[in-house]
């Protein structure tokens, strides 16, 4: 995976556009990356010239979308007299991780709160862990620190990135996206050159819909204005005869 590291504007990494954007309080640090490199640049949450704490978030698009990205946080702090929040939100909507990470190399374990948020062990000074790893499609990407009480003096993030974006994560000349119209919503699996055919899709509950549909070139076309969103389906698809399963979310 690839390491995200600008803190504004846009840039191109590995043919995917990345736009960062910041809102709130965010700080630059002398030494971009801490926790012997594990984390960072990404500050939010303290200011470092008037020494206070208050919301600050990051916000990353990424187009054409990717199909996933690894968090590492670090700094978190708890107390009786201060506390704080790292929470993330996945195409504008909230993602409760699942679990907590590993621990990284510099400090105590985090907390998993109730809502899926990473918050600080308690009386630990600071706290993190890495590797918290979620799939795409990841549109936008917004990371929060939020204060709850008190002066935690705010928390640090690492960002990378999959290589491959969705469109063409299926394989090199296979490409799966959304397109919207007026009529509704498609999915759109093109190849340039493949003989590409479309078997079958099946939804969370094991139902699966049978399509068999060969490419018409240039792309296959699949209502999914039906389609429960935020929910994972499997593609079945047949690619110059070698049999191809891909897991995708519908968004």
């Not at 119209?181 to 093109?190: M, N, P, R, T």
């Not at 429960?228 to 519908?250: A, H, P």
Request: net charge negative.
């Amino acid at each position: 995976m690839q390491r995200v590291n600008h803190l504004s504007g846009s840039q191109t990494i590995n043919d995917i556009v990345v736009t960062v954007s910041s809102t709130g309080q965010t700080a630059r640090l002398w030494t971009p990356n801490l926790c012997n490199g594990e984390t960072g640049p990404y500050f939010i949450g303290y200011n470092t010239i008037d020494y206070t704490c208050s919301n600050g978030s990051f916000t990353f698009t990424f187009s054409p979308p990717v199909s996933e990205v690894k968090l590492n946080f670090t700094g978190l702090s708890s107390s009786s007299v201060y506390d704080e929040e790292m929470i993330v939100y996945v195409n504008g909507e909230h993602y409760s991780i699942p679990e907590p990470g590993t621990l990284n190399s510099c400090e105590k374990l985090a907390y998993l709160s109730n809502s899926g948020n990473v918050t600080g062990c308690y009386e630990c000074s600071t706290s993190g862990w890495n590797g918290t790893h979620i799939e795409g499609p990841i549109y936008t990407l917004t990371i929060l620190d939020s204060v709850i009480k008190g002066e935690p003096a705010g928390a640090l993030f690492a960002l990378y990135m999959g290589w491959l974006s969705l469109e063409n994560d299926l394989s090199t000349k296979v490409r799966a996206y959304k397109k919207e119209s007026a009529a509704g919503s498609d999915l759109i699996i093109e190849t340039d050159s493949l003989d590409l055919k479309l078997i079958s899709i099946q939804g969370p509950a094991g139902d699966k819909m049978e399509y068999n549909s060969y490419t018409t070139l240039p792309y296959i076309t699949v209502d999914i204005s039906k389609f429960t969103k935020e929910v994972e389906y499997t593609l079945e698809l047949r690619v110059d005869n070698v049999l191809l399963s891909k897991k995708i979310t519908i968004w």
